[in-house]
């Protein structure tokens, strides 16, 4: 079924992009519709466009497979918009199934210095995504993520200590080394947010929360 016209608009085909994220029932269906529009001249278009397929790969991840290439290109993107939703289309299919994924996994981990804030807040996220079914594969990479907990970005240090609650849920021994720093940081760091986070991955690694966790 056709489920669109290249020859739209960019704001009809936004809409579009928008109806069909919406229509689940229409995702298999629509992927190589979709796909054919990473390569629409548009910023805007291509982000929705790499946003849906991760999602739709969450669901139906080996419907996305030959699309996983197409998208991991996007990962050198000069636009960090384009960078940012590659690595959480990546993220999003990697949860379903990590071999689709694992030819550029290692290459993930040089967006946790990007310029910008939120390709390295996506990096997080998609780590998470990813760790959900697949702690272990970070066992090696730990100090990555604790160089991220005093990021300059409010919303970067806010996400950071989510990965070690993500880990510290599924394999206490990978967060363990970091519980002492997360505690430092719910105690010190001048933002609400970054210390209740702090507070939630201490949680998950199994030590107990200090008196002082429930001012907050």
């Not at 197409?70 to 993107?77: P, Y």
């Amino acid at each position: 079924m056709e489920v669109g016209n290249k020859n739209f608009s960019e704001t009809e085909l936004y809409k579009e992009l928008g109806r069909l994220t919406k229509g689940k029932g229409e995702w298999e269906e629509s992927i190589p519709y979709v796909r054919s529009l990473l390569e629409y001249d548009s910023v805007k278009i291509k982000a929705k466009a790499l946003w849906l397929l991760g999602e739709v790969g969450l669901k139906y991840p080996h419907a996305v497979a030959e699309c996983v290439p197409s998208i991991a290109d996007f990962l050198n993107a000069q636009d960090s918009v384009l960078r940012e939703r590659a690595i959480n289309a990546l993220g999003r299919i990697g949860r379903s199934d990590f071999n689709l994924i694992k030819p550029y996994w290692k290459d993930l981990f040089r967006f946790s210095n990007d310029s910008d804030a939120k390709v390295r807040l996506s990096f997080i996220w998609a780590s998470e995504n990813i760790a959900t079914n697949n702690p272990n594969i970070y066992a090696d990479y730990m100090n990555v993520f604790a160089s991220l907990l005093d990021d300059g970005d409010d919303k970067v240090r806010m996400e950071s200590p989510k990965i070690f609650r993500v880990l510290g849920k599924r394999n206490p021994d990978l967060t363990k080394p970091y519980l002492d720093l997360l505690a430092k940081i719910a105690d010190s760091d001048g933002n609400r947010g970054v210390r209740i986070h702090a507070l939630g991955a201490i949680k998950a690694g199994g030590l107990p929360l200090p008196q002082k966790a429930l001012q907050l």
